[in-house]
């Protein structure tokens, strides 16, 4: 049986793991980012360096680039390994949440968007909604 949703998820993953390197560059590099910058709305620079762009030392976009490793591993397992499946929808919650939580910031907070953060958001909110379908497209469920 083909495993398209889990094919999917991977691009989607890999997706995600260059757009939070990206991130992870633009959060060190020194000179402003030109293709990110559109006026006082969009901004990833705003955004990438602000008190809200780690957790401690640690960037976001690089626990982004660590969580993308983490859900392409999980989507290569087979659906039917149900412990792998529901780790797969659980994990991916939990990014989507952060994800979320993160945007709601850029919104009330720092009054600036990221590109790339909302591409991110896309990938992941993607990502959870297959692999809850995949999930679901097994036999029996976990829930």
């Not at 989507?75 to 390994?81: D, I, L």
């Amino acid at each position: 049986m083909s495993d398209r949703l889990g094919w999917v998820i991977t691009v989607l993953a890999v997706i995600g793991i260059v757009l939070s390197a990206v991130s992870v560059y633009n959060h060190y590099k020194k000179t402003p980012t030109e293709y990110c910058d559109f006026g006082e709305t969009f901004n990833c620079d705003a955004v990438n360096k602000s008190q809200y762009s780690h957790v401690g030392p640690v960037p976001v976009a690089a626990i982004g680039v660590a969580g993308y490793v983490f859900l392409l591993l999980l989507s290569r397992v087979k659906r039917e390994n149900k412990l792998v499946s529901a780790l797969l929808i659980f994990s991916s919650l939990c990014a989507t949440a952060f994800s979320g939580w993160l945007t709601y910031l850029e919104a009330k907070v720092l009054f600036q968007y990221c590109i790339i953060c909302l591409g991110s958001l896309v990938c992941i909110s993607l990502i959870t909604l297959l692999a809850i379908v995949r999930h679901a497209r097994t036999r029996e469920l976990v829930f």
